[in-house]
Every structure is written in C-alpha cells, then in structure tokens.
C-alpha cells in the first residue's frame, strides 16, 4: 500500500512539473525512478504493531540477520512465546528475547521499563537490537579464540551465565536450537 502511494506521490510531482510551463511537452519532464528491493517489499508487507508469527519472523530474520536468524528464533520462542502466546515484555514493549538495557553499545532501544529491560518501537528494531548486540558478544568471543562462532551451540555456551545463568534455560535453549535447525536450515 506504502508503495503505491509512492508511485501515485511521484506521478503528481512529475505532472506538476509538467503543469508548471518550465517543460514544453511530456517528454521533457525528468522521470524519477525507484525501485523498492525484494527485502523492502517483504517488509511493507507485514504489520510492524503486531508480532508476526514465528515463521513469518523467520523469513525476516533470514533476510536481515543471516548468521543470527535461528539462534534469533530460539531465543524468541524461549523468552516470550511462541504465535500469539507473547510475554507481558513482548506485548507490551517489543521486547521478544528478555534484552536488558545497553549501557555502553550502538541500539535500537528507546528506553528502559523500571526493571531495566529495553523497550523498542516495534518487534523489527529488538530483532535488529539484538543482531548488534550479537556482533559485539562474537567480537569478544573472536579476541579470544581468534575465530568466529562454529554454530549455535557455541554461542549458546558462550552466552551461558551472563545472558541466562539457569540451567533450565540452557536445556530448552539446546532443544529449541536443534528444533529451528532441524525446521528452516535445509
């Protein structure tokens, strides 16, 4: 819908331009061209206000966060829920995946709950958030062991006890990896 208000903004423009007298005919007037990509068209489709369903997610993620995409999913479908059964953090602030607020990183967050949990604009900027904030946590991981992560597994060990300490989470998290893995890796 966004796109063709567009195209109907830019035809008005050029028969402006056409009206003004500054162009003899219509074939004088400077056509302006743009052309949304594949990606940008995906997302006009889909309702940033509302959460999407885990693999409507998944397609978005795979297309703006590759390398993070399932590990993305497994930890979203862990900390709020999974279609339509979203945490209280999820609804109310857009926070999918239990971020707590950056202190001293690049974000998408536009502020802080009182319990110190960022709040997004929409459920496209925690996802982006949280893309930045595994570059960083790979970053460090590569300082140490001069390499990037193997897999999921090795993030989720690497994150282990400062992202989420309970062994419980741990457990789910390794289900929920090899389950994404299993459903949209091919």
Avoid at 70 to 99: C, P, Q, R, W
Avoid at 103 to 124: A, L
Avoid at 127 to 134: K, P, S, T
Avoid at 150 to 162: G, Q, S, T
């Amino acid at each position: 819908m966004k796109y063709l208000k567009f195209l109907l903004l830019l035809f008005f423009y050029q028969m402006s331009l056409f009206a003004s007298d500054k162009f003899k005919s219509v074939e004088e007037i400077p056509f302006i061209y743009y052309e949304l990509t594949p990606k940008q068209i995906a997302l006009e489709a889909i309702n940033m206000d509302s959460i999407p369903s885990i693999d409507t997610m998944y397609a978005i993620a795979r297309e703006y966060i590759p390398e993070n995409a399932t590990f993305f999913i497994a930890i979203k479908m862990e900390e709020s829920g999974v279609d339509n059964h979203n945490s209280f953090l999820a609804k109310e602030y857009n926070n999918l995946i239990g971020m707590r607020y950056p202190r001293n990183r690049e974000t998408y967050c536009i502020g802080s709950t009182n319990t110190n949990y960022s709040i997004y604009r929409n459920w496209f900027e925690c996802m982006l958030d949280f893309n930045l904030y595994m570059e960083n946590i790979e970053n460090s991981f590569k300082k140490k062991h001069k390499r990037g992560f193997k897999n999921d597994y090795e993030k989720l060990d690497y994150l282990f006890n400062f992202y989420n300490g309970f062994d419980k989470w741990y457990n789910d998290m390794v289900f929920l990896i090899r389950y994404t893995n299993k459903k949209y890796v091919k």
